[in-house]
């Protein structure tokens, strides 16, 4: 007959053998460096809109290029949102750019992949094509490490052999859906489980979400947000987080794709339709016809050396705030969010005493699926959150929503 003490004591190491790893009490937070490439020969424009061009031809349902570098351009992008990661044992660290427009991580643009003691190559070639550029490599899966102690073991890592259009980035950091990794291994149709899908199924965080926080910038380089994984961050938000569900309009639907329609000020010049949001897209993309209503509405004319529109001062004052009715709740861009910061106009090679708006012409007309991409100029004013489990983005007004700060 078993004693009540020794009873005790294997119902104890059952319970404990039975206990998931310990899940991440405290949010954990990566801050976020807006970075300007004063170097990049390529607008902000022709950046975004090969970017967009190539994450929609990417799923429509057309063979993905397996052979992307005869046919991509290098466009180092002017504006990105990075990150420090930490990778493998003793751990290296990488600059990686924060994507949600695609799924996997991968390193080698600038500092090479080390091996360490936690490298595995899985015998993998992987290859990735955004419109702006490429990398191909091989799979590994390694330790990564996020900071605060949330490491992640086995995770999938793509290392460049080749790349194009990544100045001065080690790599990307990708929080896109999972489904995006389709079609990314050659040879192979198995998804690749993203960084926050491991740190979910390793049980590190509590929910399969990350949410950013963000800010507008008026210097070159500095920090100006966080990502946060597992977690909303309820100082970073002011009002309640408004969800909206994934659309079901193909091809939006496979990133983080909503339905919205727009009104500039009254009148309505975007009905309801599909696009995206995505931190790797600076503007705000309208679809060719919608943006020339806006165009229309603003007086504004466009500025080819720029690439984008230019507004006079009393077209500035006369400007009214664009509204993203957005699941039953309208997102207000004020006219100062809608341009571009006057004390980096230099950066884009435009006039220092001009005005230019950060709406910008997606280059095809809507009714295609994939309409419009709200960009970090639209996610610098709101919360962001990007829920897996719930296939749901959410929104929420910030103090930068109102904030004259361009």
Known sequence: MISSSLLTTLLLSLAVASTPTVIQDSLVTLPIAKRINANSKATILEHDQARAQELRRSHEGRQRDLNPRENVPAVNGVVDYTVKVQIGSPPTSYTLLVDTGSSNTWVGAGKPYRNTSTSAPTGQKVSVVYGS??????EYTDTV???????????????????????????????????????????????????????????????????????????????HGELTFGGIDSSKHKGPIHYAPITSTSSASAFWGIDQSIRYGSTTIQSTTAGIVDTGTTLVLLASDIFEQYQNHTGAVFDSKVG??????IQYKNLHSLYFHIHGIDFELTPNAQIWPRSLNSVIDGDPDSIYSIIGNLGSNSGQGFDFVNGMTFLERYYSVYDTTNRRVGLATTSNTFAETN
């Open 308 to 313: 984008l529109l230019r507004l006079t001062k």
């Open 133 to 138: 550029g490429y990398f191909d490599g091989d």
């Open 145 to 223: 490490n996020l900071g605060s102690g949330l490491t992640i073991k086995n995770q999938s890592i793509g290392v460049a052999s080749s790349t194009q259009g990544f100045k001065d980035l080690d790599g990307i950091l990708g929080i896109g859906p999972v489904d995006l990794t389709s079609g990314t291994l050659i040879d192979d149709g198995s998804l690749i489980p993203t960084i926050t899908d491991n740190l979910f199924s390793q049980h590190r965080i509590k929910s399969n979400l990350v949410s950013i926080s963000l800010s507008p910038a008026t210097s070159l380089s500095s920090i």
